[in-house]
């Protein structure tokens, strides 16, 4: 059993910090890829950062970019996504996703597994 399980969203303002946790079960935790994707209202799905989970390479989307840390505690099995200076464009649904091998995708379809969402909303 793999599947992601987040918390961590709320509502708080522009500027503001809030950080992600996803916890994924597995004992081969240490092999997997895993990435944060959010989801706006009316929005496709799309990639905001990754973590290759052996080495922790981490990849992110332009958007976040010096705003979203993405890391991982391997002894937790457990990745977050730390997020400064929120913009009311952050608003969104935010899932945590496990991709049963090294690397990242920016496509929903490099993973295997998704969590149930957590809301994040950035008020102006």
């Known amino acids: 059993q793999v599947q992601p399980v987040e918390s961590g969203g709320g509502l708080v303002q522009a500027g503001d910090s809030l950080r992600l946790s996803c916890a994924a079960s597995?004992?081969?935790?240490?092999?997997?890829?895993m990435a944060w994707f959010r989801q706006a209202p009316g929005k496709e799905r799309e990639f905001v950062a990754g973590?290759?989970?052996?080495?922790?390479?981490?990849y992110y989307a332009d958007s976040v970019k010096g705003r979203f840390t993405i890391s991982r505690d391997i002894t937790k099995n457990t990745v977050y996504l730390q997020m400064n200076n929120l913009k009311p464009e952050d608003t969104a649904v935010y899932y945590c996703?496990?991709?049963?091998?090294?690397?990242?995708?920016?496509?929903?379809?490099?993973?295997?597994?998704w969590g149930q969402g957590t809301q994040v909303t950035v008020s102006s």
């Open positions: 996703a496990t991709r049963l091998a090294p690397g990242y995708s920016m496509s929903i379809r490099g993973y295997n597994y």
């Open positions: 597995g004992r081969a935790f240490s092999t997997y890829g």
């Open positions: 973590i290759n989970v052996r080495d922790g390479n981490t």
